[in-house]
C-alpha cells in the first residue's frame, strides 16, 4: 500500500532474547535520510542539513540507489530555488522500500525557472510538498515528467521504453505560474500505477496544448484524488492513447476567467498519419468532483467531461462515424448511442462511469466531439454533441464496494481491503483499489467500516455468491473482539 506499514510486534520471552529482538526490529524500522540542496553544503556528503549535497550530486544518488537495497529511504531537499539543472533519476526504486523524495517545509524547495523533475523507469516513489513554476522559454516541457526509463516517443505498437515507471504517489505538491508550453505533470509511456493526491495547480500554461495532467501513450491505473486545479490554458486533466484505468474523483476544477474555459477532463485521440496509430479506452471513473467553469454568454467551452476523436480512423474502429450512425449518436435512446459507441469505436460507454458530479456554469457535462482534420475525410458525420446520460451513471449504492453496477465476489475483495484501511482516503490511495467505493461498504451508515457492517454484508451477498466467497468475511467476524 502507499502508506507507510506498520510494525506490531509482542514479545513473550526471556529478557536477554527480548533485547535481541529488539535489536533486529529496530534494524527492520531502520529508514535513511539523506540531504540535497541547490548548492553544496559543508563536505557535501548529504549526511545531514550542515553537509547537503548538491542536488544532482551521483555520489548523493549512488548512496541512494545502494541504501534502498536494505530499507526505505528520504531525501530532503532543503528549502530554495533548484534551477540550475534538470534532476533526471533513471531505474531508480526498489520494489519492497520506499523512495521519499521531499520538501523540507511544503512548496519550499521548488524547482524553478527552465529546470524539471523527470522520473524515468522508477518504482516505488513518492514526490512530496515541492514547488514546481517557471518556463524554459526554448523548449516545451512539463515541470515534473513520470516516464519510460529509454525517455523516447515509444508511442507505436510494440516500441521499446525500457523499464515502465510504476507505483509513483505525486502528494502535496505545488504547480504555480508557469507559463510552459506543454504543461504541470506528464505520465507517458506505459507508466502505471501512478495517484496524485492533493496538489495543488493554479495558472499554468501558455497554450492550448498544456495540460495540467497529461497522461499519454499506454499508461493504465492513473488515480487522480483530491487536488484543486485552477487556471489550465490547455485540458485540465487529458487521458490520451491508450490511456486506460483512470480515475478521476475529489478533486475541484476551477476557471476564473474565459481564457481558461477549457475542457477539464478529456479522453481523447490525435490521428495525424493515415491509417491512425492512436486508440481510445474506456475504463474510466469520474465521480465526487466540482467543476465550475467561469461564466460567459457563450458557452461553447464549457463541457466539462467528454471524447475527443480527430483525424483518420486507426485499424480495426471507426473514429469517424457515418451518416446513419451519426444520425443515432445525435438523436437516438441511450442504448443505442451506446451501442454505435461499442460497435464502431470500440468504445463500451457502460464502462466509462460519471457521477455525483456538482456542475457550475456546465454547458455539456459530458460531450462527444468527432472531427475530420490532419486531411482525413467525413465518412457523413463530424460534430461536437451533448452526450449526457450516456456514460454510465448507475450507482447501486450500499455494498457495490467495486463501483461497476454489479454486486459480486468483486465487491468481497474491496469490503475486505475497506475492513483493513483506517479511512477512506487510505482505502482510495490503497494500490489494490481501483474504482473502489469506501461509502458502498459503509453498509450501516456510521461512517466508518468495520466489524459492525459485516453482519448486514454478508446478509446483502449471501443470495448472490457462493457460500465459500464469503468465507473469508465470515472469519473476519470471528475473529472480531
Same mark, same amino acid.
Given at each position: 500500500? /502507499? ?20 535489536? /533486529? ?63 533526471? /533519476? ?392
Amino acid at each position: 500500500m /502507499l502508506r507507510n506499514a506498520r510494525l506490531e510486534v509482542v514479545f513473550r520471552v526471556l529478557p536477554v532474547t527480548l533485547l535481541l529482538l529488539l535489536g /533486529l526490529c529496530q534494524a527492520v524500522m531502520a529508514q535513511t535520510e539523506l540531504f540535497a540542496a541547490p548548492r553544496r553544503r559543508g563536505n557535501g556528503s548529504g549526511s545531514s542539513v550542515e553537509n547537503a549535497a548538491v542536488y544532482t550530486s551521483l555520489p548523493l544518488w549512488m548512496e541512494v540507489r545502494s541504501a534502498l537495497q536494505s530499507g526505505p529511504v528520504t531525501v530532503t531537499f532543503l528549502d530554495g530555488e533548484y534551477a540550475a539543472s534538470d534532476l533526471l /533519476l533513471i531505474n531508480m526504486g526498489h520494489p519492497e522500500h520506499r523512495l521519499v523524495l521531499q520538501s523540507q517545509s511544503p512548496g519550499g524547495a521548488v524547482f524553478a525557472g527552465p529546470t524539471v523533475m523527470r522520473l524515468a523507469g522508477v518504482q516505488n516513489v513518492t514526490v512530496r510538498h515541492f514547488g514546481f513554476t517557471g518556463d524554459r522559454p526554448n523548449g516545451t516541457i512539463h515541470k515534473l515528467q513520470v516516464i519510460d526509463a529509454l525517455m523516447g516517443p515509444g508511442t507505436g505498437p510494440g516500441s521499446a521504453r525500457g523499464t515502465l515507471s510504476h507505483n509513483v504517489l505525486i502528494e502535496g505538491n505545488y504547480f504555480y505560474d508557469s507559463p510552459t508550453q506543454y504543461g504541470a505533470i506528464s505520465i507517458r509511456n506505459g507508466s502505471h500505477h501512478v495517484t496524485v493526491y492533493n496538489n495543488t495547480f493554479r495558472n499554468v500554461g501558455r497554450g492550448s496544448g498544456a495540460h495540467l495532467i497529461y497522461n499519454y501513450a499506454d499508461v493504465h491505473h492513473i488515480k487522480v484524488i483530491g487536488n484543486h486545479f485552477q487556471d489550465s490554458t490547455g485540458d485540465y486533466v487529458r487521458f490520451r492513447h491508450n490511456a486506460d484505468y483512470g480515475e478521476v474523483r475529489n478533486n475541484t476544477f476551477i476557471s476564473t476567467d474565459s481564457k481558461y474555459n477549457l475542457m477539464f477532463v478529456r479522453f481523447a485521440v490525435f490521428n495525424d498519419v493515415d491509417p491512425g496509430d492512436e486508440y481510445h479506452a474506456d475504463n474510466f471513473l469520474v465521480r465526487d468532483n466540482t467543476f465550475q467553469f467561469y461564466a460567459v454568454n457563450n458557452a461553447a467551452t464549457q463541457d466539462a467531461v467528454g471524447y475527443t476523436s480527430t483525424g483518420f480512423n486507426p485499424p480495426g474502429v471507426n473514429y469517424l462515424p457515418t451518416a446513419e450512425a451519426g444520425k443515432i449518436l445525435t438523436t437516438g435512446t441511450v442504448e443505442q448511442k451506446r451501442q454505435v459507441m461499442l460497435e464502431t469505436m470500440n468504445i463500451d460507454m457502460t464502462k466509462v462511469r460519471v457521477y455525483n458530479n456538482t456542475y457550475i456554469n456546465v454547458r455539456y457535462p459530458f460531450r462527444l466531439w468527432v472531427s475530420a482534420d490532419y486531411g482525413a475525410k467525413s465518412q457523413g458525420w463530424v460534430g461536437l454533441i451533448d452526450f449526457t446520460g450516456v456514460a454510465n451513471d448507475t450507482y447501486l449504492g450500499a455494498g457495490d464496494t467495486c463501483s461497476d453496477g454489479v454486486l459480486d465476489e468483486k465487491d468481497i475483495e474491496l469490503f475486505l481491503l475497506a475492513l483493513d484501511a483506517d479511512d477512506e482516503m487510505d482505502f482510495l490511495l490503497d494500490n489494490r483499489v481501483w474504482f473502489g467505493d469506501y461509502q458502498a461498504a459503509d453498509i450501516n451508515g456510521d461512517g466508518k467500516v468495520d466489524v459492525n457492517d459485516i453482519p448486514a454484508f454478508i446478509a446483502q451477498f449471501e443470495p448472490l455468491v457462493p457460500t465459500e466467497a464469503l468465507e473469508p468475511v465470515r472469519q473476519r467476524l470471528k475473529a472480531a473482539p
